[in-house]
Nanobody, 122 residues
Framework: VQLQASGGGLVQAGGSLRLSCAYSGPTFSLYTVGWFRRTPAKERELVAS????????YYSDSVKGRFTISRDNAKNMMYLQMSSLKPEDTGVYSCATSGRARARDVYELDSWGQGTQVTVSS
């Protein structure tokens, strides 16, 4: 499994960014996928995931209502649309896969790639 995240950058508070993740490996549609981040406040935090089984989504309380996760199985891609960004969202964002039907914690992730830096200025 290989995962490559892109789309990070520097944005002002209140702004938006869209992260993308390209997947290569076994059948993408059979994996739950998600995004986690490393920030100064938390070593690793799962911020969003989307189930392969029923496309149900999970969001951490810190991003609920501001971030939207999506996937395109035909393109082997996943995305994270981030809006109303805050300085505390600053961190390295990585995409990941899980063999579970749903993922609610970073410990339920199996594979991930190098992340992309997101910096939100105040």
């Amino acid at each position: 499994v290989q995962l490559q995240a892109s789309g990070g950058g520097l944005v002002q508070a209140g702004g938006s960014l869209r992260l993308s993740c390209a997947y290569s490996g076994p059948t993408f549609s059979l994996y739950t996928v998600g995004w986690f981040r490393r920030t100064p406040a938390k070593e690793r935090e799962l911020v969003a995931s989307i189930s392969y089984r029923d496309r149900s989504t999970y969001y951490s309380d810190s991003v609920k209502g501001r971030f939207t996760i999506s996937r395109d199985n035909a393109k082997n891609m996943m995305y994270l649309q981030m809006s109303s960004l805050k300085p505390e969202d600053t961190g390295v964002y990585s995409c990941a896969t899980s063999g579970r039907a749903r993922a609610r914690d970073v410990y339920e992730l199996d594979s991930w790639g190098q992340g992309t830096q997101v910096t939100v200025s105040s």
